[in-house]
Structure formats: structure tokens, C-alpha cells
């Protein structure tokens, strides 16, 4: 199994009326995302947002918290962030984990619509094992990755779906982000 790794993603996303947006970045959502990838042990979390102001405010809230007066107020935050990275697109992602991993890393993205093709969680297990390529799973803020995100990855995880119907199935970016993340690196009861 390669390095795995997880990006956010705030474009190509969709709104509610499933058009084609750019999100806007939450700092919940950068400090829990990371949190999530520090537990499982994954090798780097990434934000992608093309817009320079965005990105500017997850570099401050990085330096906050690793260089400026959060580092000594949250130590453990501090250790959290220091290995979120923030890029203007999916491609410059691809390149980043490529340049570092010396290998072209699978995509495997997730959304809360069923897809065509989608697989399991023990179906994603099972592919893992059999390579040594670098994994990204993308996840999708506002209303879910847009599809062309989904076209272009190698692998569509099938959606986070409660046992009984509820007629609802739209978790937090970072709920659905803990929730995958564990059902792909947790312990498994026997």
C-alpha cells in the first residue's frame, strides 16, 4: 500500500441547485480535516481553492497555529497543521504528490450521490493492498464534487448512508471526511 493522503476540495464543487461553484473556505473544516489525517496516521492533508485570497487565509490560520501564538497555546493543534498544505487546483495536487511520491497518485473521490461504478469501503481495502501507488481521496465542500471530478478519478466511493432511510444524506464535509477515513484505516471489530 502507498502513502495515503486527503484533499479538500472548494472547486470544481456544486450549489444546491447543482451548478458548478467555488466554496468558501471554513477554518472548522481545515482543523478537523486535519485532525482526521493525524489520527489515521495519513501522510498529508491538502485545501484546494483556486482564489489567492482564500488561500492567504489558510496559510494565516496555519501560521497561527505553527509559528505564531497559537503554537504555544495549542501544541497538539500546532503538530495538527503543520502538515496541511493549501494549492490553487486539483492538477497542481496531482503534481504535488506525484513530485513528492515519484509516482502518479490514484484519485479517489467521494460524494454523498450515488454514482455508476461507485465501490465499497472493503473494495477500496482490497485495491490498496494490491499497490504501492500514492492515494488522494477527495472530498467535496458545499453540495459535493462536481462531476467532472469524478470522471477524472480512478476510484468513486459509494456514499456515507445511514441503516434506516432518513430521506437526508448531507453530513458536514467533515463528519463524512471522519467517517470514510475510518471505515478505510479503522480498526474492524471481529
Known sequence: MGNVYLALIHHPV???EGAVVTSSVTSLDLHDLARVGRTYGVS????????????AFVE???????KGPGRTLHPQRSETLEFLEVL???DALIEEVERTESKRPRCVATTARRAPGAVGYEALRGEMRETDAPLVILFGT???LADEV???SDTVLRPVEAEAD????HLSVRGAAAIVVDRIFGKREV
Do not use: K
Not at 484546494?48 to 488561500?55: D, E, I, T
Not at 494565516?60 to 505553527?66: A, D, E, K, L, S
Open 14 to 16: 456544486l450549489n444546491r
Open 44 to 55: 498529508g492533508v491538502f485545501v484546494v481553492h483556486p482564489s489567492a485570497p482564500q488561500r
Open 60 to 66: 494565516r490560520v496555519i501560521g497561527h497555529f505553527t
Open 88 to 90: 490553487p487546483s486539483l
Open 142 to 144: 458545499s453540495w459535493g
Open 150 to 152: 469524478l470522471e477524472l
Open 166 to 169: 432518513t430521506g437526508f444524506n
